[in-house]
């Protein structure tokens, strides 16, 4: 934390967090996702008390227009603007609430204009997992002692066809998954560490060619490991023979998790993505063959979305190749439709009634 950050601002922002985590049945993990976000709040305020800093002339959004991510070297994302933009202006009337004498003086009319500016553009295409990437990974050939790649392999065409968190995924015991009903338990209860500790079974999509390496890896350890062992087990390594570990998770598993999938697309010969990629790519085809409002919400809460809005917003953003074949098949469609039926008589009895309709002025 800089120097500069008046130490009551600070500790503002973290009884804010407090509040919300108490409110909103938060994670320590949401937590900290708060905290990393409202640090901009800190920085830009910096010696300025945060109840008056709306009269510096060097504004918030002036701020996080020039900032630059020292880890990246990259501006911020459009859903970073967001989050951090939805969680000061939540703070301000938080603060106004609970420190009226203090914070009386903020005009609600600046903490309502927390807008995303138009000339910061969408980054579209979030990395994501297409379909004929996981099968490619899922058609990989691996000998019966390669362990680590058989569960590595096994991970990835999981990740894409349940649409499950990284943190969730690490974390999930052996007896949380039936494939049989194809149904996945995301219980805190059991151990699965979900986003804000939601609790819900899921359900993988039935698509056969990425099935099978995951009945491989799931009858390979349900014969060894106990069933409250993690579905993604730990594996020993000595001198190259691999053997199941009993051991617990530990706390960088998931960090460990992409390190094993970017080992995985470089055996497939791709460009590697992250597990949240998978999330997004299980979105997006998941959509993509959603026939009915129906099927989109069913998609949604697969998720866990609270609603529809969060999975259309933040995960389903078509690629611009998808949009197209979309909307060319759509018209495509209505085409064929229209060439099926004979036009001129439809036009024709279209015509004959109008001819005997005889309307009303007053009455349309």
Request: aromatic content about 12%.
């Amino acid at each position: 934390m800089s120097e500069l950050v008046v130490r009551n601002n600070y500790l503002l922002v973290k009884d804010f967090i407090k509040y919300s985590g108490l409110t909103n049945n938060l994670s320590s993990s949401s937590e900290k996702r708060y905290f990393s976000y409202l640090k901009h709040l800190l920085f830009w305020a910096g010696a300025t008390p945060l109840s008056s800093a709306f009269q510096k002339e060097f504004t918030f959004v002036k701020y996080l227009k020039d900032y630059v991510s020292p880890k990246t070297d990259r501006p911020l994302s459009r859903q970073s603007w967001k989050k951090i933009l939805q969680l000061t202006s939540r703070f301000y009337n938080w603060a106004k609430n609970h420190h009226p004498n203090e914070f009386g003086i903020v005009p609600q009319f600046w903490i309502d204009s927390m807008n995303i500016p138009k000339s910061v553009q969408e980054n579209d295409e979030k990395p994501q997992v297409k379909f004929a990437e996981i099968l490619k990974i899922a058609k990989l050939s691996f000998p019966d002692s390669d362990l680590a790649s058989i569960r590595d392999q096994a991970a990835a065409c999981f990740l894409f066809l349940s649409g499950i968190r990284a943190s969730a995924f690490v974390t999930l015991p052996i007896k949380a998954v039936n494939l049989i009903e194809m149904s996945v338990k995301q219980w805190p209860q059991l151990g699965v560490l979900t986003k804000n500790n939601k609790s819900k079974t899921t359900f993988l999509f039935p698509t056969d060619d990425l099935l099978v390496p995951i009945k491989r890896w799931d009858s390979f350890i349900r014969k060894i490991v106990p069933v409250e062992s993690p579905w993604y087990t730990p594996i020993n390594n000595n001198w190259g023979e691999h053997s199941l570990s009993l051991n617990s998770t530990g706390k960088n598993r998931n960090q460990l998790l992409n390190k094993r999938l970017k080992l995985l697309f470089q055996k497939a010969g791709l460009e590697y993505k992250s597990a949240h990629a998978f999330r997004r790519g299980n979105t997006v085809f998941g959509l993509k063959n959603a026939k009915d409002p129906a099927d989109y919400k069913a998609v949604s809460e697969n998720l866990m979305h609270a609603n529809i809005t969060v999975t259309d917003g933040i995960y389903a953003k078509l690629s611009d190749y998808d949009r197209k074949t979309l909307i060319s098949n759509m018209f495509q469609e209505n085409q064929e439709f229209i060439d099926s039926i004979n036009v001129d008589i439809i036009v024709r009895k279209i015509i004959e009634g109008l001819k005997n309709d005889h309307f009303d002025d007053n009455n349309p």
